[in-house]
């Protein structure tokens, strides 16, 4: 069961005595809860929602939660009737949904990956990063045209996508996978698919790089430029660093979810 549904927590005098990521699980509901009420969500209405859950607290304490959204700019009140959210609210109703689906997808992730059951999601992506640095010196060094120009495309599949704002995963995914192949180092390719980050792993990645709102298609693109100027060191440098981006993301993300 996903960390967002499994944990009960209790609520006294209003208090919020729980981790940054609680709060954020009770925001998310709260939030959900105004844009889809049919009418302003007072705190009584909060007090029952929030029980059904699973998370005990009196209605002082949903109206104070309700006094922290509104004081953050999330919600807004109407008169006497109750709160509605604002276009900040909808924007951070959207940011916890996405880290919500990150959780969620991690948590399928790592009991479906069976090669890495026992390791932490930090040692399989340093892993990764091994890899697929030695991968990058070598496909500046043996890339044909032909390599580039599919690199070349798959950038460009990824920009016009992320510009429709469509499903871009597999596209992501492809760019890490054609380097390794360029590579033409059979093991390199066994080492990268025994530790099997599929293409469902690459979402979770995307959902933290929104989340920390870290650039995602630039890296790819220094990456390609350097591996087209045959500079081996440059190219080995940029996918260190931008995998290293890549594993402080999910490293902040899974700390939230465990502190």
């Known amino acids: 069961m996903s960390g967002w549904t499994q944990k009960i927590m209790t609520i006294c005098g209003g208090v919020i005595k729980v981790r940054s990521y609680q709060e954020d699980r009770i925001n998310l509901m709260v939030l959900e ?3 889809s009420a049919a009418v302003p969500l007072g705190a009584g209405s909060v007090s029952i929602i929030l029980r059904d859950r699973g998370i005990m607290i009196s209605e002082a304490g949903a109206g104070r939660i309700l006094r922290s959204l509104r004081e953050g700019g999330f919600l807004q009140k109407v008169g006497f009737k109750g709160h509605v959210p604002t276009h900040e609210g909808i924007k951070k109703l959207s940011s916890l949904r996405t880290a919500r689906q990150a ?27 091994a890899i697929e640095r030695e991968a990058a010196m070598q496909a500046a060094l043996k890339a044909t045209p032909e390599d580039i120009a599919r690199l070349e495309e798959i950038i460009g599949q990824q920009y016009r996508e992320m510009e429709r704002k469509s499903y871009y995963a597999d596209i992501s995914a492809d760019f890490h996978q054609e380097i390794i192949k360029i590579a033409r180092i059979p093991l390199l390719k066994m080492m990268y698919e025994f530790i099997g980050l599929s293409v469902e792993w690459q979402i979770f990645f995307i959902e933290t790089f929104r989340i920390y709102d870290t650039p995602l298609n630039v890296p790819h693109e220094n990456i390609l430029k350097a591996i087209r100027d045959r500079d081996p060191r440059k190219a080995a440098d940029l996918m260190e660093e931008h995998l290293s981006d890549v594993i402080d993301n999910a490293g902040n993300f899974t700390a939230l979810q465990t502190k």
């Open 33 to 35: 809860a105004a844009e």
């Open 103 to 129: 959780a969620e997808t991690l948590d399928l992730l790592m009991e479906s990956s069976v090669n890495l059951k026992g390791h932490s999601l930090t040692d399989i992506l340093t892993a990764r990063k």
